[in-house]
């Protein structure tokens, strides 16, 4: 197990350093924003075009990238979006936001899902599961985006429950601030909620009908203890690493769902950083998010050894 660990770890830095390698030799290959444009900033921007190698060969600025961003942490300044401003003070202000809306999308799309799954799986055949089932089909195919338009439409304009976006400030725990995020919640959960009920019940259904229930019900046991005790321990084994990825994933956010409701954080950033031709801001974004999937699905593939001691049985 440590030495998969070990590989999967090289394997990851593998990836992301030839990402960003990628990504770095694309954006160089794009016009860069007319100095002029800058104003009074021009001489700033001039000097630190300069400190970065940027009339230097490409292979040179990229070891320069390398060393500041990787070794001192400098990711440089941001030119269009936010002149002058250091490109990680920038990112780190626009986290909280994100994980605000994405926690709390978790804890209400979890316990949900898991729950849907459960009742579908117990009432199979059934009218009850057919509904789920055609439910979880319509959530899963349906982008959040448009959950996030018709969510807004209805709550916000048509019943006024709800402001259309997000309050502004950093009260992040004040009751009318979560209000504002109740609809961008919603629409990231849905997807979550469909994911989850759909594998829950595959998996819960599976082994409903094993041979082991069927001995465990020739015990005494009731249906409900046999699926309490036994069938949900099972069928969470595959499961649990499905949520610990989702967990990890909630700092990558939403691009769209942000932009949609005036959400402040890094994934309406990353969209903007795009838009305005603000180099440094979408590497250190693109570094970001490539880091976060591939340590989301390293998470999901170490802990189903660690839940599952039969998987490390087979590995020998």
Do not use: C
Request: no cysteine.
């Amino acid at each position: 197990m440590f030495k998969y660990i070990l590989k999967r770890i090289a394997l990851m830095i593998f990836v992301l350093f030839s990402i960003t390698t990628m990504s770095f030799v694309l954006i160089k290959l794009l016009p860069l924003p007319n100095i002029e444009a800058f104003g009074q900033d021009m001489e700033l921007i001039r000097m630190r075009r300069e400190a970065l190698g940027y009339n230097k060969p490409i292979l040179v600025q990229y070891g320069i990238f390398l060393k500041k961003s990787l070794l001192e942490g400098n990711w440089g300044i941001s030119e269009t979006l936010y002149r002058g401003q250091e490109v990680w003070k920038i990112f780190m202000s626009k986290m909280p936001a994100t994980l605000l809306v994405n926690i709390y999308s978790l804890l209400f799309s979890v316990p949900v899902g898991i729950l849907l799954g459960i009742y579908a799986a117990l009432k199979k055949n059934k009218w009850q599961e057919y509904v789920i089932s055609t439910l979880i089909m319509v959530f899963i195919s349906v982008p959040s985006y448009v959950y996030g338009l018709l969510l807004q439409y209805l709550l916000a304009f048509k019943l006024k429950w709800f402001p259309f976006q997000m309050d502004s400030g950093t009260d992040y725990f004040s009751f009318s601030m979560f209000r504002s995020l109740v609809p961008a919640i919603l629409a990231l959960g849905f997807p979550t909620i469909a994911g989850l009920a759909r594998n829950v019940r595959a998996e819960l259904s599976e082994v409903l009908t094993s041979d082991f229930m069927l001995l465990a019900r020739t015990k005494g046991l009731t249906r409900s203890q046999a699926t309490v005790r036994h069938a949900l321990r099972n069928s969470m084994v595959p499961i649990f690493p499905m949520i610990l990825g989702e967990f990890i994933g909630i700092l990558s956010g939403s691009l769209i769902i942000e932009k949609i409701f005036g959400i402040p954080g890094i994934g309406q950033l990353f969209l903007n950083s795009i838009t305005a031709l603000d180099y440094n801001l979408f590497m250190l974004l693109t570094v970001f998010y490539t880091f976060i999937g591939l340590a989301a699905g390293l998470v999901v593939d170490i802990s189903y050894g660690l839940i599952d001691p039969r998987i490390r049985m087979g590995e020998r």
